[in-house]
């Protein structure tokens, strides 16, 4: 069973800056995929960054150059590292794995909200 806990969310001003952390609990050993979602409030969950276990990133275009995804293996975390932050980035952010037997885990999500 693995748990994911997300942290590092809160209320930024449009153009600042925060960092999201997500720390996994159990093993993760052979995982395929880890990434961040988020949904904001009468929208559908959306994809936000991806990375896979050999490294390779995929981003939404809506934060292409803006959002960076890594991964701590050691700490098993995962990082979204967020700049020039818009209202409209404005969601609750889950993290999640996808493990190879195609098992999905989603962590309780932690709010972002950039407003002035």
């Known amino acids: 069973q693995v748990q994911l806990v997300e942290s590092g969310g809160g209320l930024v001003q449009p153009g ?23 949904q904001a409030p009468g929208k559908q969950r959306e994809l936000v960054a991806t990375i896979t276990s050999t490294g390779s990133t995929n981003y939404a275009d809506s934060v292409m150059g803006r959002f960076t995804i890594s991964r701590e293996n050691v ?5 979204l590292q967020m700049n020039s932050l818009k209202p409209e980035d404005t969601a609750v952010y889950y993290c999640t794995i996808l493990m190879a037997n195609m098992q999905n885990y989603w962590g309780q999500g932690t709010q972002v909200t950039v407003s002035s």
Do not use: D, P
Not at 25 to 35: A, E, K, N
Not at 75 to 79: I, P, Q, S, V
């Open 75 to 79: 700490k098993k975390t995962l990082n």
């Open 16 to 38: 600042g800056s925060l960092r999201l952390s997500c720390a996994a609990s159990g093993s993760i050993f052979g995982f395929y995929r880890m990434g961040w979602y988020r």
